[in-house]
T-cell receptor, first 117, second 111 residues
Framework: GAGVSQSPRYKVAKRGQDVALRCDPI?????LFWYQQALGQGPEFLTY????????KSGLPSDRFFAERPEGSVSTLKIQRTQQEDSAVYLC???????????????FGPGTRLTVL | QKEVEQDPGPLSVPEGAIVSLNCTYS??????FMWYRQYSRKGPELLMY????GNKEDGRFTAQVDKSSKYISLFIRDSQPSDSATYLC???????????FGTGTQLKVEL
């Protein structure tokens, strides 16, 4: 079936603008993750959902970052009052795992490349 | 110091060469070890998944984990130009869900 999809693929924002990034996980996947990948770096964890519950948001860099998954499927990552340091690729991943410790594969989307001017 | 260290490269090899990619880590809680391949402007794609120490082979790819040394490796045999990509090691603690990635090593296989 279809993989993880993300939209928009590219987003340019002026500093101070709010942005919303969308993730459509693989159908039936319980877990959903957001990662931030700066240029030349590996992805860094932002937040994790199991169904609609946000179980871990320890990686969100500031209170300007907010994520939701209200119906346990599509997720939105919102960044308020964007800053230049927010420029990065935002990756979404989903997996079947619904229980901690269960080995499972995270499937990644293509990412949204955010540029803040 | 980062929890996972990986040489960013770039690494350039001729077609047909054996490639060795490595990561070291400091967190003893890591029990699951993965290698992802990422092409330019694409999301990471899982290549290998291993649990604890040992070797795992899949086609031209072999993953090794040495927990006593906190060292993992990925070997690519008979490398092809299509293997040119960034290779990311990733790890997860037992009982955890989030992945901790290395910086990624950029590999170029030349004709």
């Amino acid at each position: 079936g279809a993989g993880v999809s993300q939209s928009p693929r590219y987003k340019v924002a002026k500093r101070g603008q709010d942005v919303a990034l969308r993730c459509d996980p693989i159908s039936g996947h319980v877990s959903l993750f957001w990662y931030q990948q700066a240029l030349g770096q590996g992805p860094e964890f932002l937040t994790y959902f199991q169904n609609e519950a946000q179980l871990d948001k320890s990686g969100l860099p500031s209170d300007r970052f907010f994520a939701e998954r209200p119906e346990g499927s599509v997720s939105t990552l919102k960044i308020q009052r964007t800053q230049q340091e927010d420029s990065a690729v935002y990756l979404c991943a989903s997996s079947l795992a619904g229980t901690k410790g269960v080995t499972d594969t995270q499937y990644f989307g293509p990412g949204t490349r955010l540029t803040v001017l | 110091q980062k929890e996972v260290e990986q040489d960013p490269g770039p690494l350039s090899v001729p077609e047909g060469a054996i490639v060795s990619l490595n990561c070291t880590y400091s967190n003893s809680a890591f029990q699951y070890f993965m290698w992802y391949r990422q092409y330019s402007r694409k999301g990471p794609e899982l290549l290998m998944y291993t649990y604890s120490s040992g070797n795992k082979e899949d086609g031209r790819f072999t993953a090794q984990v040495d927990k006593s040394s906190k060292y993992i490796s990925l070997f690519i045999r008979d490398s092809q130009p299509s293997d040119s990509a960034t290779y990311l090691c990733a790890m997860r603690a037992g009982g955890g869900n989030k992945l901790t990635f290395g910086t990624g090593t950029q590999l170029k296989v030349e004709l």
